[in-house]
């Protein structure tokens, strides 16, 4: 009874720990490292991103491939509370870089240079089609797996 037990506590503590990180997050960089950021790579680049995650796939309602005359595109669709949340963050954040960062990388830092309404965002300009469309993928999986996370269960 107690393996049973142990087996079925450790199960719980690896299922928390896999939803704990999640495919897509959103953080702030801070221009000089302190307590509460931890140091990443972006590029060339050595950063430091702050521990608090301020967009995640809860917060996503889909993704889509898409192209620009760049080359592909990745537009980014937020549910109601998302796009709330990321119109407050880019408001309270121009300025500042926001690390968009996809299973532990960051795949860009961009300037917020004013906020952004309407529900939607555009990754642009570092993949090819077949990662875009990766990407896409992997994101709308991880949207509907944290929607089905929310809904109630019967």
């Not at 939803?19 to 801070?30: D, F, G, K, N, Q």
């Not at 309602?61 to 880019?90: C, H, M, Q, W, Y």
């Not at 309270?92 to 960062?101: D, K, N, T, V, Y």
């Amino acid at each position: 009874m107690r393996k049973a037990v142990a087996l079925f506590f450790l199960a719980s503590l690896w299922s928390f720990s896999q939803a704990a990180e999640p495919v897509i997050a959103m953080r702030l960089l801070s221009p000089t490292p302190h307590e509460g950021v931890s140091e990443m790579k972006t590029g060339d680049e050595m950063v430091w991103v702050e521990k608090e995650i301020l967009i995640d796939d809860n917060d996503i309602a889909s993704a889509a491939l898409g192209a620009d005359r760049n080359g592909p595109i990745v537009t980014i669709k937020f549910t109601k509370e998302g796009s709330e949340r990321f119109a407050k963050v880019t408001k309270a954040s121009i300025g500042m870089r926001l690390a968009i960062i996809h299973d532990g990388k960051i795949l860009m830092a961009p300037v917020i240079r004013d906020e952004i309404t309407g529900g939607e965002a555009i990754l642009s300009g570092r993949f090819s089609e077949a990662e875009a469309g990766e990407l896409s993928a992997k994101i709308n999986k991880a949207a509907k797996v944290a929607a089905e996370a929310e809904e109630p269960s019967s």
